[in-house]
């Protein structure tokens, strides 16, 4: 149990265009949703927090317009990177929890702005 | 501001046993957690400490000491591959929910024949 799944795993795009990111919480509703960074041999940095149904809390330094999150569902959220430019290259994860501490963390996305 | 320090590299053999410690300063605390990490992995859940002691799940042990702002996570029996990072991260009482975890930067453990 407790899986999450992200969608896709790897995306290339050009330069200026906008790239949607899924994370499904597959066996469980998901109270809320994490959405991370990852640079290469760095740690998680959290981008945002999402609850269902209502807007995303962004930690600081995050552009909300940039990433536009969107937590339609209790087992769907999406992360919009908007405007893509290379320096948007990353690993970006999401995690979910439920009812309980533990966060489940879905497989990473890999995004290459070229 | 929150930080977690823990050692960015460790390297052991198989078979040893290896500790991975890890010190926090944040302005908030409810429990400190330990995750691993494989290459292009997601990060996955090892072990939780919301109270002072040691929490032994098989092969790994988590300890924490909260009047110290500090934990380690203990892996026995070392096996290749258990070669990965392994992050702590302190559950953040701040934040939206309650439920954020703030990450350290993570030990790359090497386990060597």
């Known amino acids: 149990g407790a899986v999450v799944s992200q969608h896709p795993s790897r995306v290339i795009c050009k330069s200026g265009t906008s790239v949607k990111i899924e994370c499904r919480s597959l066996?469980?509703?998901?109270?809320?949703m994490f959405w991370y960074r990852q640079f290469p041999k760095k740690s998680l940095m959290l981008m945002a927090t999402?609850?269902?149904?209502?807007?995303?809390?962004?930690e600081q330094g995050v552009e909300k317009d940039k990433f536009l999150i969107n937590h339609a569902s209790l087992t769907l959220s999406t992360l919009t990177v908007t405007s893509a430019h290379p320096e948007d290259s990353s690993f970006y994860i999401c995690?979910?929890?439920?009812?309980?501490?533990?966060?489940?963390f879905g497989p990473g996305t890999r995004l290459t702005v070229t | 501001g929150q930080s977690l320090e823990q050692p960015s590299e460790v390297t052991a053999v198989e078979g040893a046993i290896v500790q991975i410690n890890c010190t926090y300063q944040?302005?908030?605390?409810?429990?400190l957690s330990w995750y691993q990490q494989h290459d292009g992995g997601a990060p996955t859940f090892l072990s939780y400490?919301?109270?002072?002691g040691l929490e032994e799940t098989g092969r790994f042990s988590s300890f924490l000491s909260r009047s110290d702002s500090y934990g380690y996570l203990l892996l026995q029996e070392l096996q290749m591959k258990d070669s990965a990072s392994y992050f702590c991260?302190?559950?953040?009482?701040?934040?939206?929910?309650?439920?954020?975890?703030?990450f350290g930067k993570g030990t790359k453990l090497s386990v060597i024949p």
């Open positions: 066996d469980f509703q998901a109270t809320t």
């Open positions: 991260a302190v559950r953040d009482p701040s934040g939206a929910g309650s439920y954020q975890l703030t």
């Open positions: 995690s979910a929890r439920t009812t309980g501490y533990e966060q489940y």
């Open positions: 944040t302005s908030g605390f409810y429990g």
């Open positions: 400490n919301a109270l002072d």
């Open positions: 999402s609850n269902e149904g209502s807007k995303a809390t962004y």
